[in-house]
């Protein structure tokens, strides 16, 4: 992991950082809490990068089941972010975009952009195997990652920890959180 910012961007040593309350789902059929490393990694980074794990949570394959947990974290004022792992994929069980796209009110359709061209280097044309997707609903951004350990240690170093920190210009996700909900 390198702590300095993909694509150009730069840290301003001058601009505080600013923690923010991050929840992480784990959208899985087989993982529990000792067996889910995806949830475990993301959380560890989180934590490590000076933000806050609000919450971390796993529920089945199953859309209702994803949507209660996330419809929760968006209500609740103590939850910035919600990065979720699984389920993106295109098998019959991988149902994770399905119940969060209803929700966004808007998605981030540069995020997908910008994760396949990272996946890209990562894992080369299995990039296109993967439905990784960003939106926004009611103030609260949601990320949704693959379920491997790769991904989302990709997802976090290389795209959604740079976002989410206040210092990073030329600009970033953190710096607009209080506007999402202005009229």
Request: proline residues 5%.
């Amino acid at each position: 992991m390198s702590d300095a910012p993909p694509g150009g961007g730069k840290l301003d040593p001058a601009i505080p950082f600013r923690p923010l309350r991050i929840a992480v789902l784990t959208v899985s059929d087989t993982r529990d809490e000792s067996s889910d490393t995806s949830g475990k990694l993301l959380a560890e980074r989180v934590t490590r990068d000076g933000h806050v794990l609000a919450a971390r949570k796993i529920v089945k394959d199953k859309v209702a089941e994803v949507q209660a947990q996330v419809k929760k974290w968006i209500a609740d004022p103590e939850v910035d972010v919600v990065i979720t792992t699984g389920g993106t994929g295109l098998t019959g069980r991988d149902v994770t975009p399905e119940a969060l796209r209803p929700l966004f009110d808007k998605t981030i359709e540069g995020f997908e952009t910008v994760w396949h061209m990272t996946s890209f280097q990562s894992v080369g044309l299995s990039t296109m195997q993967s439905r990784a997707c960003a939106g926004l609903t009611e103030g609260t951004l949601i990320f949704a990652l693959p379920g491997s350990n790769g991904a989302c240690k990709d997802g976090w170093d290389r795209l959604i920890r740079w976002q989410l920190d206040s210092r990073h210009k030329p600009c970033n996700l953190s710096e607009l959180i209080s506007r999402f909900t202005e009229v």
